[in-house]
């Protein structure tokens, strides 16, 4: 069987550009704005000093993902109280979710006191992260995106930091923002039910190579202004209203072994709605067991030998508490 050397061929900065450009050149009806940054950088401003919407956030996580993955609103998400919701898939979900779209890159300025974590494109131009020693992926491409979570835009100091990590002028850098409690960013961040679950694969060491194929649904939470009630929104939206499903290689064994402890109630943190956890560990995000980050529900199917399995369940009690 042919297959396609990734790491070489296909460009996570080039196709989420396509989609940038449509963007922005749509800004206008999409309640986004446009400017440019003291640095020199494009910035889009996808819920902060605007209203935003919807759409804006599903071509938002079109783009976190690289171009390598769709992005569609769907009013089945499996929670009758809460039918909206995104359905994500991506024929490369390795490269996609976490070469591209997982937020991995901790960006910070002393001066200002700017804290973000970048996700999207750029993250494979810089490959400042570990991560892609094990992926052996680089990107290479003249323009690149950075998509942050957060109220705004990076300092010019960072812009430029950023930039030069990536090899780019400042002037090819577009950095695109959305609040946690927004439209567009409670819609990009219900689209990384796919890539959680990745990310837990990755930490339980399961062979990156044996996933070939990813999909997954969650529930968009409903925009709040509060930030940490936003938090637990969307991270209740996975944690209890997530389903994948997943298409590897390999022994049943590994698949069935991967299918159990993939969902979040593999967790001893699980039963609480998050903004409650959070604060029971009094703020400190880290605190928190990582493997609570994964979708409720999970299938992996195994294609070499036709079997499937399933694992976990949907906790529509608990979005109920915490949605309202």
């Known amino acids: 069987m042919t297959s396609v050397d990734y790491s070489t061929s296909v460009s996570v900065s080039e196709r989420a550009g396509a989609i940038v450009e449509r963007l922005a050149g749509d800004a206008a009806a999409l309640r986004c704005m446009v400017s440019t940054g003291d640095a020199g950088e494009r910035r889009i401003d996808c819920g902060a000093a605007t209203r935003g919407s919807i759409e804006a956030g599903r071509r938002l996580g079109e783009i976190c993902m690289g171009g390598l993955g769709s992005v569609q609103i769907t009013s089945q998400s499996g929670l009758e109280r809460w039918p909206l919701g995104v359905v994500v898939h991506a024929t490369n979900p390795v490269i996609s979710c976490l070469g591209s779209q997982y937020a991995g890159w901790t960006i910070t300025d002393e001066a200002t006191g700017f804290f973000a974590l970048g996700s999207g494109p750029a993250r494979a131009l810089s490959r400042v992260e570990k991560l ?5 992926y680089a990107d290479h491409a003249k323009r690149s995106s950075l998509v942050i979570e957060g109220d705004n835009a990076p300092p010019a100091a960072v812009a430029l930091n950023v930039a030069k990590a990536c090899a780019i002028a400042p002037e090819d850098l577009t950095i695109l923002y959305a609040p946690t409690g927004s ?45 940490i009630q936003a938090m637990g929104r969307t991270n209740d939206a996975i944690i209890y209203g997530g389903r994948i499903q997943l298409f590897v290689t390999g022994s049943d064994d590994a698949a069935k072994d991967l299918a159990d402890k993939l969902p979040s109630r593999s967790s001893a943190a ?46 529509p009690e608990i979005v109920d508490a915490s949605f309202k």
Do not use: C, W
């Open 183 to 227: 439209l567009a960013g409670g819609v990009q961040i219900a689209a990384r039910v796919l890539e959680v679950a990745l990310h837990k694969a990755h930490e339980l060491h399961f062979p990156l190579e044996n996933i070939v194929d990813g999909y997954g649904v969650a529930p968009i939470a409903p925009p709040i202004p509060d930030f």
């Open 270 to 315: 699980y039963g609480q709605p998050f903004a409650e956890i959070f604060a029971a560990v009094n703020g400190d995000f880290y605190k928190i067991d990582p493997m609570l980050f994964s979708p409720a529900r999970v299938t992996v199917s195994n294609i070499e030998t036709g079997r499937s399995f399933e694992a976990g369940d949907l906790a």
């Open 132 to 136: 892609y020693e094990e992926l052996g």
